[in-house]
């Protein structure tokens, strides 16, 4: 991992942005830190961004965008497959996200969710939980090695934001986000009830032949004032 990020890397101390568990969005808190701080022996801290486009970044990149993101698919395989809530007592608040490399920390925050969907795939043969005309919800550039099956029925847009949720595992927040390009081409297979239209959040999801019942099981995953009308994070 550190001859990935050595180009970009830059000692320097940051005041970061909060990335609160809720909803991750930016909210102005400091946190002091510099990459490859070693505040013990034979330890390495490292500090990293997510963006909604589900694009990982040094955090104290000044340039977020595709060239300056991490695009090596094992590294991000390695990565992502390794996230956990920050239970480390180091930068729980600002980094609620930790991704563990031996002895090195790579604490993570994130502009709404650490993990969004940006791929539709047909199941490889033999993915677990999914049959093999099963779809998956591919996710931050892991195409099938980082993957969920895909639920219809549990897809969630957001009253609020207008953004869409798809669950992912409980170790990786329980919600995942749907990046804005595959929301766009989901959309035309929302129904919505016929005396509202699209005021309200849709009520049935077309696919596969079938009209699936949207559970809006993960509606309990946001607080009450995300809910009623706060936005959960945005674009820096």
Same mark, same amino acid.
């Given at each position: 991992?550190? /001859? *990935?990020?050595?180009? &970009?890397?830059?000692?320097?101390?940051? %005041? @970061?942005?909060?990335?609160?568990?809720?909803?991750? !969005? $930016?909210?102005?808190?400091?946190?002091?830190?510099?990459?490859?701080?070693?505040?013990?022996?034979?330890?390495?801290?490292?500090?990293?961004?997510?963006?909604?486009?589900?694009?990982?970044?040094?955090?104290?990149?000044?340039?977020?965008?595709?060239?300056?993101?991490?695009?090596?698919?094992?590294?991000?395989?390695?990565?992502?497959?390794?996230?956990?809530?920050?239970?480390?007592?180091?930068?729980?608040?600002?980094?609620?996200?930790?991704?563990?490399?031996?002895?090195?920390?790579?604490?993570?925050?994130?502009?709404?969710?650490?993990?969004?969907?940006?791929? /539709? *795939?047909?199941?490889? &043969?033999?993915?677990?939980?999914?049959? %093999? @005309?099963?779809?998956?919800?591919?996710?931050?550039? !892991? $195409?099938?090695?980082?993957?969920?099956?895909?639920?219809?029925?549990?897809?969630?847009?957001?009253?609020?934001?207008?953004?869409?949720?798809?669950?992912?595992?409980?170790?990786?927040?329980?919600?995942?986000?749907?990046?804005?390009?595959?929301?766009?081409?989901?959309?035309?297979?929302?129904?919505?009830?016929?005396?509202?239209?699209?005021?309200?959040?849709?009520?049935?999801?077309?696919?596969?032949?079938?009209?699936?019942?949207?559970?809006?099981?993960?509606?309990?995953?946001?607080?009450?004032?995300?809910?009623?009308?706060?936005?959960?994070?945005?674009?820096?």
């Amino acid at each position: 991992m550190l /001859l *990935l990020r050595t180009a &970009a890397l830059g000692r320097r101390g940051l %005041a @970061a942005l909060r990335c609160p568990p809720a909803g991750c !969005g $930016a909210s102005r808190l400091a946190a002091t830190y510099v990459q490859g701080q070693s505040p013990e022996p034979r330890v390495r801290e490292y500090f990293y961004y997510i963006d909604h486009q589900g694009q990982l970044f040094l955090d104290d990149t000044k340039l977020k965008n595709f060239v300056t993101c991490f695009k090596d698919k094992k590294f991000l395989v390695f990565f992502f497959s390794r996230l956990r809530p920050n239970q480390s007592g180091r930068y729980q608040e600002d980094f609620p996200f930790l991704s563990l490399c031996g002895r090195e920390r790579n604490f993570v925050r994130c502009d709404d969710r650490p993990v969004v969907f940006t791929h /539709l *795939l047909q199941s490889p &043969a033999g993915s677990p939980g999914v049959t %093999a @005309a099963g779809e998956l919800l591919s996710y931050c550039g !892991g $195409a099938e090695k980082l993957s969920a099956p895909f639920r219809p029925e549990a897809l969630y847009m957001h009253p609020a934001s207008g953004r869409l949720y798809h669950p992912c595992s409980e170790s990786e927040g329980r919600v995942g986000l749907v990046r804005s390009a595959l929301a766009i081409e989901l959309s035309p297979f929302f129904v919505y009830a016929e005396e509202r239209g699209q005021s309200e959040r849709p009520t049935h999801f077309l696919w596969g032949g079938q009209e699936h019942t949207l559970t809006n099981e993960l509606a309990g995953c946001f607080p009450a004032t995300e809910e009623s009308g706060g936005q959960p994070g945005g674009p820096e």
